[in-house]
């Protein structure tokens, strides 16, 4: 009998790649999301910090140019916080989306990687009875040719 051969070999190989493809954009977005949440943790202490300063120099009685320049200053950062704050955002609907997308991919290998698994089953069990057929017909043909058993019989040299 002939060996196995899977002829959606070919369409398997392209799912295995759709899915290692789907992994490493799923891995890019995770980085650009991990990357928009220290930017918006850094924009968050930048925004802390111009807080605490404002708070300080009002505190030490400045003049009201110095403390209208640091509230502008507070206010710039804030609309930063909120700006990467949106960008975190986005980054996460990416992620969720790649993550979908990541997961269509391995069903779609893992159903034909099951078929492939069924067909080579089927095919083992096909080889396993073929064999025990060759195997069935040697026996009945030498037990129909008994003569085929005997053995001269020579005496034995000492």
């Known amino acids: 009998m002939k060996p196995f ?86 980054a996460r609907f990416a992620v969720d989306a790649m993550w979908q997308e990541m997961m269509s991919a391995t069903r779609d290998r893992e159903s034909l990687d099951r078929y492939r698994d069924k067909r080579r089953r089927e095919h083992d069990a096909a080889m396993r009875r073929e064999e025990q057929k060759t195997l069935d017909e040697l026996a009945i043909h030498l037990i129909d040719s008994p003569s085929s058993l005997r053995f001269s019989q020579q005496p034995a040299i000492h």
């Open 5 to 90: 051969h899977f002829s959606l070999r070919s369409l398997q190989v392209l799912r295995q790649q759709k899915e290692r493809a789907a992994q490493q954009k799923y891995a890019a977005t995770l980085r650009a999301c991990e990357d928009a949440a220290g930017r918006v943790q850094a924009a968050s202490a930048d925004l802390t910090a111009c807080w605490t300063t404002l708070r300080d120099k009002m505190s030490q009685g400045v003049e009201g140019a110095e403390l209208l320049r640091a509230r502008a200053w507070c206010n710039v950062l804030e609309l930063k916080l909120k700006e990467h704050a949106g960008a975190l955002e986005q």
